[in-house]
């Protein structure tokens, strides 16, 4: 694939994208985070690019939120749902969800989304998701005791290009090759040609060494997995929680034990050995010297308890010349002196925990001519240490590439493990939403067939209709709590006014409807007992202006209107107290002019307005007209059936109030203010 054919996606951003190690695969995925790992590319950018690629697919080159009020309101629907998220992952995996006119993208994002609204939003799963997220590529870690060697520049450049942990060096025989062993505790030498070398050292001749990264770099998967330690028992504990484990792409225990054995910088943890060799290492020096001192406490306290006697010539010679007491040691207590140096050599062994052949060699550090205080070899140190240094990387190697080994098999499947986990997070916010808000799968229906998605048991609409028809619709956007939102069913086809009351909930109809008709062609479910709707081409919704405008802003909102009416058959048209923008007379006028143009076209339209009648007066065509009607006032407090009433012009406020005016207090006054409306 192209990935510039992607919208969105320019020279640049397609170059950071080559960097992924599947490009397309990605990109088509979906899977924002896979994305992100473009150099430069975050998070937000990444679903706009998996979106791009969404769009692509489906042929879908439209934009269906056509005004601002429309995009607001697209962006409350995905604010519902990433407030049900627990990871970043999910939240931004979300805004790959768009209000498409694309019957496939509707239909995929639908059946993602019917299987997301079965899962069980189970707490403990959510709570598993806390410490989830993508897998990090941990910075390339630099091995500087082991070198590749070969002879070939193209060899050479691919060795860098595929192991930039380790040098690369270049070698023309076999005097270089023995060099470089010197250098380095192991070559791995690439070229064929060398097979059968001869030479000091840990030398190997591994023409394949390129290919097998886990055996040639196992620090390359070591750090990997320690890096990801925490966001790997976290995936396995979402799909434990999920109860997925045992169709998890790994098992389980394994991951488990593997990482077990791995230590957070990537070194070798938990074995006994490896541990016994590395402290024999390090406490070497403080156990020689404790060693000595246990022989010099020996030694004091039998020289303190004997008796010994001096020749004359002996002490004379130690008083004339200086010379050591030491070597009255050999000859009077020379069991004492074999006994402390015994008893030296037994604590460095049981200090160090050394294996017997290890133990003879330490022998060799007590024992030298006799002194007080007791003496050491530190060349005999020195060889123990050597050798000792040695045991212990010999095993650590041997078990990085062991546990690497095991780690190589599940590189793979821990990438979709974790995958798995972060999805299960967009699916459960789904789920969540729709149970939150008793929401249900709507039908998006072709505009094109026949019929009217507002018709209700019509046997005709079938498959097809124009509109929308909303049962037992609750907005979660409504300043009360869902619980106090009171049901609303609405069906338009055409062009329709709305009236009612002040506070009958007419602004909040239009939102409910552009929230249903949004979250429908994001293919999402929305809150309704059932749901119909044309999957509209466009959605254009206009907020209530603030106040009169002045006559630039005037012909500009006309010309807005004018652009609109142009074309406008596949167009949801919801527009909230256009009045306000004009004078009451002409606003009339302008609206009815407006609506007629809509309705010609076949557009779908719902204009509120406190002008219904002078509109409806105004136009030369049957506008309809439906109505948020108030059963009364009780209380001084509006009682208001929330469901626009078909075909019915709601009688205002203020015919309310003189009503009860004229029925509480008689009189001729009222009686005539009454019939004036
Ligand atoms: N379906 C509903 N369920 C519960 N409360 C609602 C519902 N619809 C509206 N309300 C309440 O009524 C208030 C007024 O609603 P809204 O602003 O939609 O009325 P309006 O008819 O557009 O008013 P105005 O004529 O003043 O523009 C809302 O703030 C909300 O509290």
């Known amino acids: 694939m192209e990935l510039e054919a992607i919208p969105g996606v320019g020279t640049k951003t397609a170059a950071a994208l080559r960097e992924l190690d599947d490009p397309a695969a990605t990109v088509e995925s979906g899977d924002v985070a896979a994305i992100a790992r473009a150099p430069g590319v975050n998070e937000a950018?990444?679903?706009?690019i998996a979106r791009g690629?969404?769009?692509?697919?489906?042929?879908?080159?439209?934009?269906?939120?056509?005004?601002?009020?429309?995009?607001?309101?697209?962006r409350e629907a995905i604010d519902l749902l990433r407030e049900r998220t627990v990871t970043d992952y999910a939240a931004k995996r979300l805004e790959t969800f768009y209000p498409s006119a694309s019957a496939s993208r509707i239909a995929e994002a639908q059946s993602f989304a019917a299987a997301a609204a079965e899962r069980d939003p189970d707490p403990a799963v959510r709570e598993a998701l806390t410490d989830c997220a993508p897998?990090?590529?941990?910075?390339?870690?630099?091995?500087?005791?082991?070198?590749?060697?070969?002879?070939?520049?193209?060899?050479l450049a691919r060795a860098e290009a595929a192991v930039p942990e380790l040098s690369v060096e270049t070698v023309e025989d076999a005097r270089d090759i023995s060099e470089l062993g010197r250098s380095y505790a192991s070559v791995i030498v690439l070229d064929e040609s060398f097979a059968g070398l001869d030479v000091e050292g840990d030398v190997?001749?591994?023409?394949?060494?390129?290919?097998?990264?886990?055996?040639?770099?196992?620090?390359?998967l070591l750090t990997f997995f320690a890096e990801n330690r925490e966001r790997l028992e976290a995936a396995a504990a979402v799909h434990e929680a999920a109860g997925t484990a045992a169709d998890a792409p790994v098992d389980l225990d394994r991951l488990r034990d593997a990482l077990s054995r791995l230590d957070d910088d990537g070194t070798i943890a938990g074995d006994a050995e490896l541990d016994r060799l590395t402290a024999a290492v390090d406490d070497l020096d403080a156990a020689v010297s404790t060693a000595a001192s246990v022989a010099d406490d020996r030694l004091r306290e039998a020289i303190r308890e004997r008796d010994v006697t001096i020749e004359g010539t002996d002490f004379l010679s130690l008083v004339e010349q200086g010379a050591r007491v030491d070597s009255l040691l050999d000859r009077e207590l020379a069991d004492e002196y074999d006994e402390a140096v015994d008893a030296a050599r037994d604590h460095l062994a049981d200090a160090l925990r050394l294996e017997p052949e290890e133990a003879e060699l330490a022998e060799r550090v007590f024992g030298g001519d006799p002194s007080f205080p007791v003496d050491h070899d530190e060349s005999a140190v020195s060889r123990l240490r050597t050798e000792l240094s040695a045991a212990r990387d010999r095993r650590a190697a041997k078990l990085k590439a062991d546990l690497a080994s095991d780690l190589g098999d599940l590189r793979e499947p821990v990438e979709t493990l974790v995958r798995d986990a972060l999805e299960l997070d967009v699916e459960l916010a789904i789920s969540r939403f729709a149970r939150d808000f008793d929401c249900v799968l709507p039908e998006v229906v072709d505009p094109d067939a026949e019929g009217d998605a507002a018709a209700e048991g019509d046997a005709d609409a079938g498959d097809g209709a124009k509109g929308f028809r909303i049962e037992g619709g609750r907005?979660?956007?409504?300043?009360?709590?869902?619980?106090?939102?009171?049901?609303?069913d609405y069906a338009v086809s055409g062009a329709t006014l709305l009236s009612g009351v002040n506070s009958g909930g007419k602004t909040s109809t239009l939102d409910l409807v552009a929230l249903v008709v949004v979250l429908a062609q994001m293919g999402l479910p929305v809150p309704a007992e059932s749901a119909t709707v044309e999957r509209f081409e466009e959605i254009h919704y206009y907020a209530k202006s603030q106040g009169t405008l002045d006559a630039g802003a005037f012909e500009a909102t006309l010309r807005d209107f004018g652009d609109l009416v142009d074309g406008a058959d596949g167009r949801l048209v919801l527009v909230d107290e256009l009045e306000s923008i004009t004078e009451p007379g002409a606003s009339a006028k302008i609206i009815a002019g407006i609506l007629e143009a809509l309705d010609d076209q076949h557009a779908t339209?719902?204009?509120?307005?406190h002008l219904a009648r002078e509109i409806r007066d105004a136009a030369d065509f049957e506008v309809a007209v439906d109505g948020i009607e108030a059963a009364g006032l009780a209380d001084g407090e509006l009682r208001v059936n929330r469901s626009p009433k078909k075909g019915h012009l709601a009688r205002s406020t203020p015919e309310l109030i003189v009503e009860k005016l004229a029925d509480d207090r008689g009189g001729e006054f009222y009686g005539d203010l009454l019939e004036k409306f």
């Open 53 to 74: 690629a969404i769009r692509r697919r489906h042929d879908d080159e439209g934009r269906v939120l056509a005004t601002d009020r429309a995009r607001e309101l697209y």
């Open 475 to 488: 907005s979660p956007l409504l300043d009360v709590d869902f619980a106090d939102a009171e049901p609303v």
């Open 204 to 220: 190997v001749v591994r023409p394949d060494a390129l290919e097998t990264p886990a055996e040639t770099v196992p620090e390359r």
């Open 45 to 48: 950018r990444a679903a706009r």
């Open 135 to 155: 897998l990090s590529d941990p910075p390339t870690v630099r091995v500087r005791d082991r070198c590749l060697a070969t002879a070939d520049a193209e060899t």
């Open 605 to 609: 339209a719902v204009f509120v307005s």
